[in-house]
């Protein structure tokens, strides 16, 4: 095991290889070989992950801790007693996470080569993504909370730069995509903010930043023994043999009444730990878009397409989910800070999906649908269903990143039967311009906008077909992917609420059952305003389905949110990936060596002009990622043949071998029937609300329209008006304050009226008082002054002019007094 | 009486033989023709070379003449060799200047070189008499030689106002010396310090009044304020050449007197007994008259520099920063009033002078650091200088980095050693002064010295930002003499300020123990 | 030798002729009369020095006398040279016309 | 011990022979003088290499010496007296790297005075490395007074329209301060009998513990401690001394800047450490609580007040007085992490703010504005310019990975733990990493992202492209977007587009602050384990004076 986890180092140095490739040698390359070899570094990295996956289980999930080469100390000081190495962990929980982030990531990466044909920055924008693939990584295979805060930070970069992508759009949209670019780093940050005092308390409460230090076995819920510790050796001044920081509070909490010392003051180790947990929250509420820091993904939709999908969907915006997993040790340790992570979440959800109601920008609903379910599993997690947060997190990944591609593809739809559209009005318009950037001479159209869409079934049946079983996913419908994980949560919520007695288990019950429904509800209002009907625009009439490199990811992620809820039900892991793989690779060859099958999706539609051909570069591409896919089905299949073997598990079962507290699974037929009710029952409501037309006159929603809903829909619409109580109260204040302190404090009166009035002006003054009045005046004129009045005493008849030289003659004589004074005084003091 | 062995007219051989040079050059100029002047020049340059060959060879020496009026030692030395170099400087910098302002007259040369020996004598001066002689010696010729642009007005103006009051304060001087005389009975400066160390006066009253009339009188000639009034006049109002010369000789003689005084004479003038001493115990004890001095100093240094702030006018400025300068090396004289009492261990106080000595090493240095550094000042501001006497305003620098590099860096470095920055001689002086003041307990004299010279590095500043940092004409008549002798006076402060031990090494040997 | 007349008279004679000088230097406004003021300074002085050589029975203050007085003399020389060249440059010996410079 | 150590020397005086060879070229060869100074400083760089390669990082003292007399008076000697620690290996080694910076980045930008310039800016070369070295106290005042003056005229002479006032702002500043540490190194000399900073520390730790301690009186350390603190307060700058900074920093050529901000202000934090540290431990614990409180004002004031700048240079400027209020930070955490983060920043922060202000020169170069306002979507037009911008704005707010993060991180850590600061500490120092996310973010924003600017050609005042009926921002769209596209696609042809590329010393020295900054931001241990011995040695001396109660417990040391 040793040996094959030895290769998680290339999990994240293959993803960083191909960013670096494409940086240097992307301007020479074409666009084909762009994607390939982006995809292709995705593609090895999950197919390690694959492998590391098979090789783990072989050995009994035991947890491995892996040095990099080279790079074996990072920040490392004796002195200090600090040694945070570049170390990372392969565990089932890390496994997880790297098989989603590369999994998706790759499909996505596919994707996004057909999205992003005939942009001018095509190559950085896959050096960007796979940038993001790698940060992503270290966030999840490092093996203390620093490389975590690596990743963490980092991939908040790379979603930076990739909303900012198109910074230069014309209309001011630029500028817009720039600020929502900044926007989202800032808040992150300040998420960061809370995360980094959190890794402070740990370093000063436990000495390390470890999750655990190598060898040393995880104990799970208190049951098994703390495993001796490995003492390393050398005398380099870092005290060894400690433990990593939760097997050291598992010990703590054990032995009880343990104060830490933190220089200037004593707290009591829970205290410490509800602390920590409590930034670390800050840290969740940032990445993972909860209350109150939630307020940049939205925005965050600036970005293509591709980008919403995988950093603002699937993967990087459950990194907080991921932290809290990981740090169950310490939430268990934590019930307060537990049960406001809970709160928070169910809160979040509900409020998101309360706004998602009122969008009408097809990529704003799913962004404030992706808020919403990320409060479903940091509520889950909270409540203590780590597995059940990540099951969600796992199925979410597939059915959401499945909504924002069939987004991307419909918008991508719209822009090109715009353009369709336009150039048969205008044909005077020859000039064939194509992307995204350069649409700058025609009229603004909004082609995210869902009232310009409508009726889009009929023009893009692949991309309809799996919108739809997303939009069933997403919903909870029975059996899809997430049916199981929505009520794998809702279970833990019951459990919690009526079995623990847990006052926040009511009331994550509670805001999570209203979530579910409002969840059903704006899903089908969006599928009413962008599939059903009749196109509204002429974009939408003139839409055309996209090319296979996009809508093949739709297959095999709508594939993924039918079967993904098998994880989790007890036909076995391995089962599951047997299946999932199988599924595909069958997908690709379906796809590309049988065309009649692909006329078979895509013939209904209109008459399709020209298929895109197979071009080598992109042959390479799907057998590049059917290869590695191939891969890691045939290793999974092919290591029990080879003598090793494991059990049928469940995602459960599979990940209480890294995370401690996991508890087993809840299957509550009455809330799952309670739950499917409710989700069938929003369909249903919105089904008879938005028929016949979804909108009314002036392209105005029909709870628009009702007064009874009417201020209710304003409200969604209005987000509820956090960016405005946010710019009333943060930003605004902010920026007046920056001001005043910048312009009147620090240059009017510090630099300008305090220097120059203060220090130039008194000085300038004291030299002109001390030279003018002084010198030449107190002394001088005074001098004169009462030369005169001697003069005029000793001569009464003559009048005296100015003269200097009696002046300093009367000056010298002030001198002689005073010197005489000063020497006599003493002696007449005596 | 007359005991010729005790005159040792040897030891006087230094100023005596720029004295009788000038003598002679004083006969033989009459055959100079007019405008074969440079005969004169070299003759006068020659007899400079001369006496400082003689104070070289007898720079080691140790020795008294004329009965202990007269003393040869260390410090004579090196205050011959500053006296020596800058008068050198200003002979070699004054013709160019005379020569095309036209008052290219021949008895400039012997004036000066008279007034130099005046100097030379100060600085032996073992007697009050002498000290008298010497001050008048150097007096006189300057009194001559401000007067030297006739007939302009300004210049004789100034030549007026230095003669009655240079007259007025030795009124003050000799009457001082009459007190002195009549406290003490005795004139000799070693006598008197035998006697006030004994307590054998009439009246503290009648001794502290002729201390203070005495540093009224030396006081005017160093321009320690309030007796600094005449000097920007005289200086604004002099021939540059003169005011260069003046600025560096009348400093160095007035402080060679005043450090003499009271280094020699009175470093242990206190009122009333020494306090009493435990065995083993050192204290420190202030001579009576250091808070005069260190009140004169601090007036002087505040009002020197503020004041020059407010100066358009180089010379002006240089005048005042001159009376700045004046304010530190009193800074050193009021540090050499602290002096140590130890008790052996039978409780018997010891006197140790050591601070003194540690306080007029520093001021020597200082004074070598600041006579190059001056008089290079002079010379660059009357290269800038025209025929007329016009051209002295600091506006007219601008731009003289741009056309005369050379002089501009020289006046930069002579500003940057007149604030005190490192490397420069003025920092070395500064540093000696300061830490002789901090050791002799004078924190707050130290404070406002350190302070002050922030102040002063605004006017500074000034004519670097003007020569440097500002458009102008620059123009500057920089004949090879004169640039010379600039490069020399940079190479000089930068040695200084570089190698100290060039000059720490001179004042090593001056110590107060040996004559006495 | 007792002295005749007590040397504190003496003192107190030249301190009070000192003082007429130093007046003198301040009210007038003729150079050659200040000049004259100044010499009666100096004489002052050499009154106290010939009255203290009495008093310490020494030659040193009377020795002194003989310098000041020379020195006086040379003094005199260059201050009516002085005099004189401003006066053929003013026609006014009025100190207080003296303000050609300010600063 | 033999203290002959002649390579120290080498590395010392190499930067004055550049200037004598300056000075015996012709003043009018100025193609060579460019090159021989390029050359000079990198021999420098090799032989302060050559320098590190001798260095032994596991020893405390001092090593690497040179000691030999200068001059004495009377019982007071005053020593030559030069040597390297851990902490200062890496700022001479710094003060190195950045001089080569800022001489490739002048090359082709400084047609003025060329001799005069590069003479100044090696000569600041000298006295900076010259202020590393010195532990001779007289030395160290001579070097850290030297390094004022050519600074004093790389901003007057070179320097843009406020030249004067900034140059003699600078200089008095930096002087007042400097000149009561005169006072206390003179006090220091007198009373200890020595200027040699390691005999007098030697003195100091020797008294620790004595009743009376190494002082005469509590308040005479005070004042002491202050007339050093003063002096290094204001060159850092620690608010509220920081007025002098942006003039400077504004006003200053770029290469300047790069210098001012590279390694001129680390001489201030250097001493904090050296001599506030080493030499006043006692009155380091007892004021350290006051000191980061302003630290942290200075944190959180200095990065408030960027965010409103509308000047880059300005924006970097103040930026610099937030980044050195985690150095004070750090600096006064008095524990190793908090001592160790502090002198990597200083480095970071030589290397970062370095690379900023070598950005906004290479802006400044080519639109000859430095208002923010007047920017625009440069990474458009200059990619690779503004990748690699990109990347030293990243390192400058402090983003893993790079070498920002790694010091700030350290000191933070540093702080939290510190057994004189504390959590609530680094709480607020937090925030600054926040804040400066805003003003950089802020910057970046307005000046390489958002639609692209063309300048107008034509002179007067800055608007957008030319559009032919003068469209407005935001209405008259078509003729406005027809404007745009028209100055998009021709940039280059009328009036020129201003952007040209990087020639190739521009881009040298960005893709050497680059490389720096990933290899110290990726692999810091080195640069950690020069200074180990060293941090450790001081953080041990100064725990000697935190009183036992407060003293921090780490876990691991039970």
Not at chain 2, 215 to 234: E, R
Not at chain 3, 49 to 75: K, P, R
Request: aromatic share 12%; hydrophobic share 55%; net charge negative.
């Amino acid at each position: 095991m040793e040996v094959i986890a030895s290769f998680v180092p290339l999990v994240v140095i293959l993803p960083f290889a191909g960013a670096l490739l494409n940086l240097f040698l992307g301007r020479y390359l074409s666009e084909k070989l762009i994607g390939a070899l982006a995809t292709t570094a995705a593609a090895l990295a999950f197919a390690v992950a694959a492998v590391m996956t098979v090789g783990i289980t072989a050995h009994g999930y035991e947890a491995v801790v892996v040095n990099p080469p080279i790079l074996d100390s990072w920040i490392y000081i004796p002195s200090a007693a600090i040694d945070i190495p570049w170390q990372m962990r392969v565990d089932t929980l890390s496994l997880t996470m790297m098989l989603v982030v590369t999994g998706v990531g790759t499909l996505i990466h596919l994707y996004a080569i057909g999205y992003m044909h005939g942009d001018p920055r095509f190559a950085r924008f896959f050096v960007y993504l796979n940038l993001f693939l790698g940060f992503m990584l270290i966030l999840v295979t490092g093996n203390n909370f620093l490389m975590m805060f690596v990743g963490w930070e980092g991939v908040g970069l790379c979603s930076f730069l990739l909303i900012g992508f198109w910074f230069d759009k014309k209309h001011g949209e630029g500028w817009k995509n720039s600020n929502a670019a900044r926007k989202a780093f800032i808040v992150n940050r300040v998420g960061d903010f809370g995360l980094l005092l959190a890794i402070f308390l740990i370093f000063w409460t436990y000495g390390t930043l470890d999750y655990y230090k190598p060898n040393e076995v995880l104990h799970i819920g208190g049951e098994k023994a703390a495993a001796d510790v490995l003492v390393r050796e050398g005398g380099d001044g870092i005290a060894h043999g400690q433990k990593g920081v939760f097997a050291q509070t598992e010990a703590w909490l054990a032995e009880g009444g343990h104060i830490v010392s933190f220089g200037v003051f004593e707290l009591p180790f829970e205290t410490v730990v509800t602390l920590i947990t409590l930034f670390m929250l800050i840290g969740v509420t940032g990445k993972s878009a909860q209350i109150p820091l939630f307020v940049w993904l939205p925005d965050a939709m600036a970005g293509p397409t591709p980008v919403s999908a995988l950093i603002h969907a699937a993967t990087m915006v459950t990194a907080g989910v991921y932290l809290i997993t990981r740090n169950s040790v310490l939430y268990h340790a934590a019930p307060l800070s537990a049960a406001l992570v809970t709160v928070v979440g169910a809160a979040t959800a509900l409020m998101a999906g309360f706004i998602a109601l009122g969008q009408w920008d097809i990529k704003k609903v799913l962004a404030y649908s992706t808020v919403s379910q990320l409060g479903f599993m940091v509520a889950a997690v909270g409540i203590g269903g780590y597995a059940a947060g990540m099951f969600h997190l796992i199925t979410h990944a597939f059915f959401k990143a499945l909504l924002f591609l069939g987004s991307g593809s419909v918008i991508h739809a719209m822009e090109h039967g715009h353009h369709h559209a336009h150039a048969h009005h205008e044909s005077e318009h020859g000039e064939e311009s194509h992307g995204h950037a350069d649409h700058a001479h025609e009229e603004a159209f909004d082609p995210q906008d869902m009232r310009n869409m409508g009726g889009l079934a009929r023009r893009m049946p692949i991309t309809f077909v799996t919108y739809l079983i997303g939009t069933l996913a997403l919903a909870g419908i029975f059996p899809l992917a997430g049916f199981w994980s929505k009520d794998e949560i809702l279970g833990k919520a019951f459990n919690a609420a009526f079995i623990d007695g847990k006052l926040e288990g009511f009331a994550m019950l509670g805001l999570l059952l209203a979530a579910a429904g409002f969840t059903a509800f704006y899903m089908w209002r969006q599928i009413k305003l962008v599939f059903l009907g009749v196109p509204r625009t002429e974009a939408a009439a003139a839409a055309t389905e996209s090319s296979p490199s996009m809508t093949i990811p739709l297959l095999v992620l709508a594939a993924l949110s039918i079967f993904g809820g098998a994880l989790n039900i007890p036909l076995g892991v391995n089962s599951v990936l047997v299946i999932g793989v199988l599924f595909i690779t069958a997908g690709f060859w379906l796809l590309w060596a049988l065309p009649s099958v692909r006329l078979f999706f895509i013939g209904r539609a209109e008459p399709v002009t020209s298929l895109p051909s197979l071009k080598p570069a992109f042959r390479l591409i799907a057998l590049g990622s059917a290869a590695a896919f191939m891969l890691s089905g045939a290793a999974i299949i092919l290591v029990p043949s080879l003598g090793a073997s494991y059990p049928l598990e469940t995602l459960v079962l599979w990940l209480e071998h890294s995370v401690p507290y996991t508890k087993g699974l809840t299957l509550n037929p009455f809330l799952a029937i309670l739950a499917l009710g409710i989700g069938i029952g929003g369909i249903l409501l919105a089904q008879r609300v938005y028929s016949p037309a979804p909108l009314a006159e002036g392209n105005q929603d029909v709870l628009e329209i009702r007064p009874d809903t009417r201020p209710a829909f304003q409200l969604a619409n209005a987000k509820l008006y956090w960016d405005e109580t946010y710019g009333r109260l943060i930003e605004q204040p902010y920026n007046r304050a920056a001001a005043w302190l910048a312009h009147k404090l620090d240059w009017e009166f510090w630099h300008d009226r305090f220097h120059h009035t203060v220090f130039r002006d008194f000085y300038k003054r004291a030299a002109d008082f001390i030279a003018t009045p002084v010198d030449r005046g107190a002394i001088d004129q005074g001098f004169l002054r009462i030369g005169r009045a001697v003069a005029q005493a000793a001569a009464r008849l003559r009048t005296v002019q100015t003269g200097y030289v009696r002046t300093y003659v009367f000056t010298m004589l002030f001198g002689v007094v005073l010197v005489m004074l000063i020497l006599l005084l003493p002696l007449l003091r005596q | 009486m007359l005991d010729l062995g005790g005159m040792n007219i040897g030891a006087t051989f230094p100023a005596l033989s720029l004295a009788l040079g000038a003598c002679i050059l004083l006969i033989v100029d009459l055959s100079v023709p007019k405008e074969r002047k440079e005969i004169t020049l070299a003759l006068a340059l020659i007899g400079v070379g001369v006496s400082f060959v003689v104070t070289l060879l007898s720079l080691g020496e140790r020795s008294t003449a004329f009965m202990g009026m007269y003393i040869a030692d260390a410090f004579t030395g090196l205050m011959n060799l500053i006296v020596l170099a800058a008068t050198f400087i200003g002979l070699l910098i004054a013709y160019d200047y005379l020569q095309r302002t036209g008052m290219n007259r021949g008895e400039y040369y012997p004036l000066l070189l008279m007034s130099a020996a005046g100097a030379m004598f100060m600085a032996s001066a073992g007697d009050l008499v002498t000290l008298l002689i010497a001050l008048e010696l150097l007096s006189i010729p300057l009194y001559v030689l401000s007067g030297f642009r006739r007939p302009d007005l300004r210049s004789e103006e100034s030549a007026m106002k230095y003669f009655l009051l240079g007259a007025f304060s030795s009124g003050f001087l000799v009457y001082g010396i009459a007190l002195m005389y009549g406290a003490l009975g005795t004139t000799n400066l070693g006598e008197i310090f035998a006697r006030v160390q004994a307590e054998q006066y009439v009246s503290p009253a009648l001794l502290l009044i002729g201390t203070a009339l005495l540093l009224v009188g030396l006081g005017f000639k160093v321009a320690a304020v309030p007796f600094h009034l005449w000097t920007p006049d005289v200086y604004q109002g002099a021939p540059t050449p003169v005011t260069a010369y003046m600025s560096v000789t009348a400093k160095v003689g007035g402080f060679a007197a005043l450090l003499r005084l009271m280094t020699l004479a009175l470093p242990t003038f206190t009122i009333g007994a020494l306090p009493e001493v435990a065995p083993e115990q050192t204290i420190l004890v202030h001579a009576a008259w250091q808070d005069t001095v260190a009140i004169l100093a601090a007036l002087t240094m505040i009002l020197g520099n503020f004041v020059a702030i407010a100066q358009r006018d180089i010379k002006r400025l240089l005048a005042y920063s001159s009376i700045a300068h004046s304010g530190y090396l009193m800074m050193a004289v009021a540090a050499a009033g602290t002096f140590a009492v130890t008790g052996d261990e039978f409780g018997t106080p010891i006197l140790s002078l050591s601070i003194a000595e540690e306080a007029l090493r520093g001021a020597l240095i200082y004074l070598a650091a600041y006579a190059f550094t001056n008089i290079g000042a002079f010379a660059v501001g009357m290269a800038v200088e025209r025929n007329d006497a016009t051209g002295t305003l600091l506006d007219d620098f601008a731009g003289l980095g741009r056309t005369q590099p050379l002089l501009a860096g020289g006046m930069s470095i002579f500003m940057l050693s007149l604030i005190g920055i490192p490397l420069t001689g003025g920092f070395v002086g500064k540093w000696f002064v300061f830490f002789s003041t901090l050791n002799a307990g004078l924190t707050l004299l130290a404070l406002i010295g350190v302070l002050t010279s922030v102040v002063s590095a605004y006017y500074y500043l000034r004519v670097i930002v003007k020569m440097w940092l500002e458009y102008g004409e620059g123009e500057a008549s920089a004949p090879p003499r004169l640039t010379g002798a600039v490069a020399f006076c940079t190479v000089a402060t930068l040695i200084i300020g570089i190698l100290p031990t060039v000059v720490a090494s001179l004042a090593e040997g001056v110590t107060l123990a040996l004559l006495r | 030798m007792q002295p005749a007349v007590a040397t504190e008279y003496f003192v107190v004679l030249s301190a009070v002729l000192f003082i007429m000088g130093v007046l003198g230097v301040l009210v007038r406004r003729n150079a050659i009369m200040i000049f004259m003021s100044v010499e009666l300074m100096l004489n002052a002085a050499n009154l106290s020095l010939v009255a203290f050589a009495q008093q310490w029975s020494n030659m040193g203050g009377q020795l002194i006398v003989f310098f000041v007085i020379t020195i006086a003399a040379a003094e005199v020389a260059v201050g009516l040279a002085l005099i004189v060249a401003i006066f053929r440059t003013k026609k006014s010996i009025d100190i207080d016309e003296l303000n050609a410079m300010q600063g | 011990m033999e203290k002959n150590d002649m390579l120290i020397n080498v590395v010392l005086f190499s930067p004055l022979v550049g200037i004598v060879l300056l000075l015996i070229m012709g003043q009018r060869r100025e193609e060579r003088i460019k090159w021989v100074a390029l050359v000079s400083s990198l021999v420098t760089l090799a032989f302060s290499l050559v320098l590190l390669g001798a260095f032994d990082p596991s020893k405390a003292e001092m090593q690497l010496e040179n000691l030999g007399e200068w001059f004495s008076l009377g019982n007071y000697t005053v020593s030559y007296y030069v040597g390297v620690d851990g902490l200062s290996i890496l700022l001479v080694l710094l003060t190195a790297f950045i001089m080569p910076l800022a001489i490739l980045f002048s090359l082709y930008h400084v047609k003025e005075r060329v001799r005069l310039y590069y003479s100044f800016l090696l000569l600041l070369e000298f006295a900076m490395i010259g202020v590393f070295v010195a532990q001779d106290l007289f030395l160290f005042y001579v070097f850290w007074e030297v390094s004022l003056v050519p600074m004093y005229f790389l901003v007057g002479i070179w320097g843009s329209e406020q030249r004067i006032y900034a140059a003699v702002k600078f200089f008095l500043y930096t002087m007042a301060g400097s000149i009561l540490m005169l006072l206390a190194i003179l006090w220091m000399g007198n009373y200890f009998g020595t200027f040699n900073v390691m005999a007098i520390k030697a003195a100091v730790e020797a008294a620790a513990g004595t009743p009376q301690g190494a002082f005469p009186s509590a308040v005479t350390e005070l004042l002491l401690f202050l007339g050093f603190f003063i002096a290094f307060a204001i060159k850092v700058p620690i608010w509220p001394l920081h007025s002098w900074l942006p003039d400077a920093h504004v006003q200053a050529p770029t290469a300047g800047s790069v210098i001012l901000a590279g390694v001129l202000l680390k001489l201030g934090t250097y001493g904090l450490v050296r001599f506030n540290l080493g030499l006043f431990p006692q009155m380091s614990v007892t004021l350290a609580p006051i000191i980061g409180v302003l630290a942290i004002i200075g944190i959180i004031y200095g990065a408030w007040v960027s965010y409103a700048q509308t000047d880059v240079k300005k924006l970097v400027a103040y930026s610099s007085i937030s980044h050195l209020g985690f150095v004070v930070l750090g600096i006064f955490a008095l524990n190793a992490a908090g001592i160790s983060g502090a002198t990597l920043q200083m480095v970071n922060h030589g290397i970062s703010t370095g690379g900023l202000f070598l950005m906004v020169g290479m802006l400044y170069e080519r639109r000859h504005t430095k208002a923010i306002d007047a920017f625009g979507g440069v990474w458009k037009v200059m990619p690779v310019f503004s990748g690699l911008a990109l990347v030293i704005t990243l390192s400058s707010m402090g983003l893993p990975g790079l070498n920002g993060f790694v010091g700030e991180f350290t000191i933070l850590l540093g702080t939290a733990g510190s057994p004189v600061l504390g959590v609530l500490f680094a709480f607020f120092g937090t925030i600054g990493v926040i804040l400066a996310a805003v003003y950089l973010l802020y910057m970046w924003n307005k000046v390489f992202m958002g639609e692209y600017r063309a300048p107008v050609a034509e002179h007067g005042a800055f608007a957008l492209a030319p559009a032919a009926g003068g469209g407005h921002e935001g209405e008259g769209e078509d003729v406005h977007a027809a404007g745009e596209a028209h100055g998009h696609d021709n940039h280059g042809a009328e009036g020129g587009n201003p952007y040209t590329p990087l020639t190739w010393n521009e881009l040298t020295a960005l893709i050497a602050v680059v490389i720096a900054a990933f290899v110290i931001g990726l692999y810091p241990r080195p640069f950690f384990g020069y200074m180990d011995a060293s941090v450790g040695a001081t953080a041990a001396e100064l725990a000697r004076y935190i009183p036992a109660d407060a003293t921090a417990q780490s876990i691991q040391a039970e």
